[in-house]
């Protein structure tokens, strides 16, 4: 199986052929920043699928919220162009996860690391944010783990 970014460049390859000026730009941002990534300081020549999902879902929240403050000041015209891009972008990111499921991976997790307060709140965050990454928000995450973590 090809990692997610090389997925991505075949999709940029596709919609330059298919001459879809929206995917394209969508697209070609998320592979610059995915380049960016590589060229860090201690990256390795490629970026590994972990770190493509945490750039996907970021890149996703700042397209929704961008196309909300559009909405928010008369802009439909843009905010329909932020709109179609984070479409583009959901299409790699896997299914997102319902607050049922969430609840029920924060108390696993909560019960492989034997955390019983708030202090362990950092543990469980790390490993919570790992292993729905790309499938909920952080700060949904962090809800159900204060809740687990205090009663």
């Known amino acids: 199986m090809s990692n997610l970014a090389d997925s991505i460049s075949a999709g940029i390859k596709d919609a330059m052929r298919a ?20 060229t860090k300081d201690g990256a390795g020549e490629t ?38 891009q984070a479409a583009v972008i959901q299409e790699f990111l896997p299914a997102a996860l319902s607050e ?31 292993a729905m990454a790309g499938q909920a928000d952080g700060k949904v995450i962090s809800t159900f783990v204060r809740k687990a973590l205090s009663s």
């Open 47 to 84: 970026v590994d699928d972990g770190t493509t999902l945490a750039i996907l879902s970021k890149l996703l929240k700042q397209r929704n919220e961008t196309a909300a403050l559009y909405r928010d000041q008369g802009r439909p015209d843009l905010a329909a162009e932020e709109e179609a």
């Open 100 to 130: 049922t499921e969430i609840a029920a991976k924060v108390a696993e997790i909560v019960a492989t690391t034997g955390a019983t307060s708030m202090a362990d709140m950092g543990k469980v965050m790390g490993l919570a944010t790992a």
């Open 19 to 38: 001459k879809d000026r929206d995917r394209l730009a969508a697209l070609r941002d998320i592979k610059s920043k995915i380049m960016l990534e590589a």
